[in-house]
């Protein structure tokens, strides 16, 4: 009887949602791996070893830089996968494919890449972000985080969260503090600068949490058990959201006042105001797996997949 009231439920939230397709369609060069926008520039890495920037108000290309080919395990040359990408005062950071499977970041300033860990430090990084001009918080596949200095190229700590795998980091605002998730379901809020732990957001989610995202205090969580979970950082609790298929993808706005999904296996991604709970939007016509959701604004989003189409969706 629960089961049937849920499915009800479910489809009445389906039916009461307005349907919107893309606005607009842009294609890069290659299959999205990481996105971020920053003053209405788009930033967008590929696995074909490019990092492109794309101007908003046209969705045009203005800047497209390529990695070098590197070596797979048997000899073949092939184009490196940019895993994660970011930007900060004109820099551009780049966590990358190495030689043999390892892994590398480069630094993109005034038309010159460089290297600045390479794949001899051994560092099995999935993910890697700017803290500030001088360091970089790094995720590990091994569920270890790293405070890395650019300056004297010494890691400051290395911390073990747990056992499991890593999946996923988003910071806040300010780069005080992240959340890390793995394939617990559980969510580290760690102390950027220190590494240690805050607090444990859990109970939402009792499988692998693809992606997280993380704005005003508010955490969204993407859920392998096809729930998409909301933690309040300051009071710990959750809300959850069932999708029908597993959740590769989330994005809360800026004011954290609505999330969105991926909610099917058509790859929807279904938008919820968090005051009511209530499913405002169903946005259709992605063509891959998502892997990215992001606000520009409180009416506009861009979506990634595992191809080389964005989606731009108007809420208007």
């Known amino acids: ?35 971020k926008i920053v003053n209405n520039i788009l930033y ?26 590197i070596h797979d395990f048997m000899g073949d040359l092939m184009n490196p996968k940019v895993y994660s990408i970011d930007i900060l005062n004109g820099k551009k950071l780049l966590l990358a494919e190495g030689e043999k499977g390892t892994r590398e970041v480069y630094i993109a300033e005034n038309n010159i890449t460089t290297k600045v860990i390479s794949g001899e ?7 890697a972000k700017f803290i500030d001009g001088r360091h970089l918080f790094l995720g590990l596949l091994s569920n270890e985080i790293v405070l890395y200095d650019l300056k ?8 073990q969260l747990s056992a499991s795998k890593f999946s996923d980091f988003a910071l806040n605002e300010d780069k005080t ?14 102390d950027v600068q220190s ?14 949490v693809f992606k997280v995202s993380l704005k005003s205090d508010y955490v969204s969580a993407a859920g392998q058990d ?3 979970a909301i933690y309040n950082i300051k009071t710990g609790s959750v809300k959850t959201f069932h999708a029908p298929f597993l959740i590769y993808a989330t994005g809360l706005n800026h004011d954290a006042s609505m999330v969105a999904f991926a909610f099917g296996m058509d790859n929807e991604i279904a938008l919820f105001d968090l005051q009511s709970q209530q499913q405002k939007f169903m946005l259709k016509g992605q063509k ?8 520009a604004d409180k009416n506009t989003l861009y979506s990634g997949s595992d191809d080389k189409y964005i989606m731009k969706w108007s809420l208007k």
């Open 121 to 127: 430090a051994k560092l099995l990084m999935q993910k």
């Open 177 to 190: 503090q992240a959340v890390i998730a793995c394939e617990s379901g559980i969510n580290y809020l760690v």
């Open 1 to 35: 009887m629960k089961k049937i009231i849920f499915l009800t439920f479910l489809l009445l939230q389906i039916l009461y949602a307005r349907e919107i397709t893309p606005s607009k369609e842009i294609e890069v060069g290659g299959n999205v791996m990481d996105m």
């Open 195 to 208: 590494g240690k732990t805050i607090k444990s957001l859990e109970g939402g989610n009792k499988d692998n």
């Open 226 to 228: 096809r729930v998409g």
């Open 44 to 69: 967008v890495g590929t696995n074909e070893g490019t990092f492109e920037s794309y101007d908003l108000a046209t969705d045009t290309l203005i800047e497209k830089i390529q990695l070098k080919p």
């Open 288 to 295: 891959s797996t998502l892997n990215s959701i992001l606000f």
């Open 152 to 159: 004297t190229a010494k890691t400051l700590y290395l911390t």
